[in-house]
């Protein structure tokens, strides 16, 4: 952490844990720890924490953000709570990959009409 906080240009995480309504509910403890010591390292080091930004991968674990699109606009909003602005998502796997692919495409759409860009 002392290394991303110095140098990084952008410090990536994500969830493996195996709890199915990490996006249904508050991200999971296994996101919301690291975020805060992220913070009070840049902070020791001298870096302002807002400057790192911060990526996050979705889909390990028990995590689900393709159940629906509005769970995916749930979990968007809260990994955006935490400072997390921008997020990879897994591509859709398991005997139900047809509609997650459909849930990923609405929500990709949804995310560019609402996006602004400079």
């Known amino acids: 952490m002392r290394t991303a906080a110095r140098f990084a240009d952008l410090w990536i995480t994500q969830n493996v844990g195996q709890d199915p309504t990490a996006c249904a509910g508050a991200p999971h403890a296994e996101v919301r720890r690291p975020?805060?010591?992220?913070?009070?390292?840049?902070?020791?080091q001298g870096r302002e924490p807002g400057t790192l930004p911060?990526?996050?991968?979705?889909?390990?674990?028990?995590?689900?953000?393709?159940?629906?699109v509005e769970t995916f606009r749930d979990c968007v909003g809260?990994?955006?709570g935490l400072g997390i602005a921008t997020l990879?998502?897994?591509?859709?796997?398991?005997?139900?990959?047809h509609t997650r692919l459909a849930v990923l495409e609405q929500a990709a759409a949804e995310c560019l009409r609402h996006r602004s860009v400079p």
């Open 88 to 97: 990879a998502v897994l591509w859709p796997r398991g005997n139900q990959e």
């Open 54 to 68: 911060r990526l996050a991968v979705l889909g390990y674990g028990g995590e689900r953000p393709l159940s629906s």
């Open 78 to 80: 809260r990994y955006a």
């Open 35 to 44: 975020v805060a010591l992220l913070d009070e390292v840049c902070a020791r």
